[in-house]
């Protein structure tokens, strides 16, 4: 199960109103479910890759941060490397 919108807030120190309209947007999305009772959870839709995918992603992610490389350079270079015969 994903935090609340107010645990996420809290944990953010944003408004809880800011933390509730992402939520919103997730779920419009179809990135989470959100049921009466039973919390929010991430939809199963959400697993657009392959999780080994996923995986390196997130070692990207931290060795980048830990780099502290820019967002923007990582995208270009990996949008540069990508075979351009690829159709996605």
């Given at each position: 199960?994903?935090?609340?919108?107010?645990?996420i807030a809290a944990d953010l120190g944003v408004a809880?109103?800011?933390?509730?309209?992402?939520?919103?947007l997730l779920e419009q999305d179809g990135l989470v479910t959100t049921r009466t009772g039973a919390g929010t959870r991430v939809a199963?839709?959400?697993?657009?890759l392959p999780r080994t995918i996923?995986?390196?992603?997130?070692d990207l992610v931290?060795?980048?941060?830990?780099?502290g490389a820019n967002l923007d350079d990582v995208i270009s270079v990996l949008r540069a490397m990508w075979p351009t015969n690829h159709t996605s």
């Open positions: 199960m994903v935090a609340s919108a107010d645990e809880q109103g800011t933390a509730a309209k992402a939520y919103r199963a839709s959400a697993a657009l996923i995986t390196r992603i997130r931290d060795d980048g941060s830990t780099a």
